[in-house]
């Protein structure tokens, strides 16, 4: 049965839904039947801050998509058409998550691996996480990372293997369970309430980067309005991800303060003239404003304030590269390629390939295809590309005849031997304890007495006696 998917990107200055419905002959799956565009309120930095003002552009977007999906055919009979599965995709960005690296194992009894096999040790891994985490934490999906059975690894499919352990390693993302709940109580009831979480930069890779990319070593570094996004993948897996708290509106809120102009027309300044090359750095510029009025700026001060934050930006990556070099890409040459709004700028591009030890290469604006033109959906897209995936390797799973697997128990320890009943002490006189007392202390001092002697006249430790 095919699912319905609506896949909300909820940035800091737009807010963008796609609605499709899964089909394997479509690209990434799905076949898009609405798309739409609002500007954002309540949000900054990914994070929702007024759930009043997102409800309502929620709210919007969403009764324009429930239009759009076909009508189910009514049966004959009296019994109702089923409804399809419905999945609401969701981006978590910004501050709100972070990532984390951890490692599952189970015992499969030497049984071949099946694909309920790899789905238990995934469930195990998010219970112990969410059982293991903050209260404020909440695991909102988990990257596999590779397998390994009896402590080898397998860089290839490990279905159909057979071994004793299982070893699984994944990268965990958490999100912070107030913006979850933020999220949530923005939206309707269901059947729209979300159901997957999706951070901004995974789901533009999807459509963003090649196999070929993710498969030779590649960066991905998704320059959004409030943060920027950095995603490392090898060996066509993700490796890393994290966010960084700078973007392309710090940029604009920099050129505001230091030229004394409105957000607005800074915003302008930086799409007209971007990052200015060192040779065009000399000159005068003029800029016409909103209200008329025109300003005149150097070249090298305007530079001095936008160059400084992007090279910012830049040394960050650098820095997290290095991070995950060490362990994982030290023969690879990688790639880096710039997404997002911010990667328009002009000369940007030079920018990173002076402060990043990558090759920086650009891609063609990918084919979204089906009336979606426009690369500022490649979050969406990605999103419901991501779910389509999840939704038809659900309901292809086979059922498999054998056990689940087990996690391997420590032996039980032995019940202790119970207590003996301790008889009462018969009661004594005075008189008799008296007597009962004086030959214990004489048996002591006795005793005292044989040990000194013996350890004194002992022929291996004392000899010189």
Do not use: W
Not at 14 to 38: C, F, H, M, N
Not at 54 to 82: D, S
Not at 410 to 422: D, G, L, Y
């Amino acid at each position: 049965m095919e699912s319905s998917i609506i896949a909300i990107d909820l940035g800091t200055s737009t807010t963008r839904i796609v609605a499709a419905v899964t089909d394997d002959q479509k690209p990434y799956g799905l076949s898009i039947v609405y798309t739409e565009t609002q500007k954002s309120q309540g949000i900054k930095r990914g994070a929702v801050y007024n759930k009043e003002d997102v409800l309502k552009v929620v709210r919007n977007l969403i009764t324009g998509a429930e239009k759009k999906f076909p009508t189910p055919r009514r049966r004959t009979t009296a019994a109702p058409t089923p409804a399809a599965p419905r999945v609401v995709c969701v981006n978590v960005g910004g501050m709100n998550f972070q990532t984390s690296v951890i490692t599952e194992k189970v015992n499969i009894q030497n049984q071949p691996v099946t694909r309920r096999t790899l789905q238990y040790i995934e469930n195990q891994a998010e219970n112990n996480q969410t059982q293991y985490s903050m209260d404020d934490d909440k695991v909102i999906r988990l990257v596999s990372l590779g397998y390994a059975i009896d402590n080898e690894p397998f860089n290839d499919d490990v279905l159909t293997h057979t071994g004793n352990i299982l070893e699984a390693r994944f990268l965990c993302f958490k999100a912070k369970q107030k913006c979850i709940s933020l999220i949530n109580s923005a939206f309707p009831v269901a059947p729209n309430k979300p159901t997957n979480y999706y951070t901004s930069t995974s789901a533009k890779a999807v459509v963003a980067l090649s196999s070929s990319l993710k498969r030779d070593g590649v960066v991905l570094v998704d320059l959004g309005a409030g943060s920027t996004g950095v995603a490392v993948f090898s060996r066509d897996a993700l490796l890393f991800e994290v966010e960084i708290p700078i973007g392309s509106d710090t940029i604009t809120s920099d050129i505001s303060s230091a030229l004394n102009i409105s957000s607005a027309d800074a915003e302008g300044l930086k799409r007209k003239v971007g990052i200015i090359d060192e040779e065009q750095s000399r000159k005068e510029y003029a800029y016409d404003l909103a209200n008329g009025e025109q300003i005149n700026f150097s070249g090298s001060f305007y530079n001095f304030v936008v160059k400084a934050r992007v090279e910012e930006i830049a040394v960050y990556v650098a820095s997290v590269l290095t991070s995950v070099r060490k362990p994982n890409l030290r023969d690879s040459k990688l790639r880096l390629v710039l997404t997002g709004g911010g990667s328009l700028l002009a000369n940007i591009e030079e920018v990173f390939a002076d402060k990043v030890d990558a090759e920086v290469v650009s891609i063609p604006q990918p084919d979204l295809g089906q009336g979606v033109s426009s690369i500022e959906f490649a979050a969406a897209v990605g999103m419901a590309s991501l779910a389509a995936r999840s939704q038809m390797e659900t309901i292809s799973e086979p059922v498999l005849p054998i056990e689940e697997p087990v996690v391997p128990e420590p032996e039980p320890a032995p019940a202790p031997a119970p207590e003996q009943p301790v008889a009462p002490e018969p009661t004594s006189t005075p008189e008799q304890k008296k007597t009962q007392q004086q030959p214990q202390k004489g048996k002591k001092l006795f005793s005292k007495l044989k040990d000194t002697l013996t350890n004194l006249f002992d022929d291996e430790t004392n000899t010189k006696y």
